[in-house]
């Protein structure tokens, strides 16, 4: 199993930068895939960034341009946000899929507690 521990939050006014990082323990050798999910209240969570086991990373539409996502090391994932607008106030989740180690060699999900990022004037 992984714990997951989002950090780097905070609040921004329009058009700062911020830099969210997840930090993955535990049996990291068996990360699949991470991923960026942010939620507004009162709505879904959904999508930002995400990187494949095969390193492709994947940028939501509403975040191309202003948000980078990599991964330096197997348990280390980042989100480089740029030009924040309010809209992309929410908290951010780190999210990895993590490969059960035993057949019939499921994947399972593991969630961090998540970071508030505020942009605001």
């Known amino acids: 199993q992984i714990e997951l521990v989002e950090s780097g939050g905070g609040l921004v006014r329009p058009g700062g930068s911020l830099t969210l990082s997840c930090a993955a323990s535990?049996?990291?050798?068996?990360?699949?895939?991470m991923a960026w999910y942010r939620q507004a209240p009162g709505k879904q969570r959904e999508l930002v960034a995400n990187?494949?086991?095969?390193?492709?990373s994947h940028l939501a539409d509403f975040v191309q341009g202003r948000f980078t996502i990599s991964r330096p090391k197997k348990n280390t994932l980042y989100l480089q946000m740029d030009n924040l607008r309010p809209e992309d106030t929410a908290a951010y989740f780190c999210?990895?899929?993590?490969?059960?180690?035993?057949?019939?060699?499921?994947?399972?999900?593991?969630w961090g507690q998540g970071t508030q990022v505020s942009v605001s004037s």
């Open positions: 999210h990895a899929h993590w490969l059960i180690p035993s057949p019939p060699y499921m994947l399972r999900e593991f």
């Open positions: 535990g049996d990291i050798l068996f990360i699949w895939d």
């Open positions: 990187i494949t086991k095969d390193d492709s």
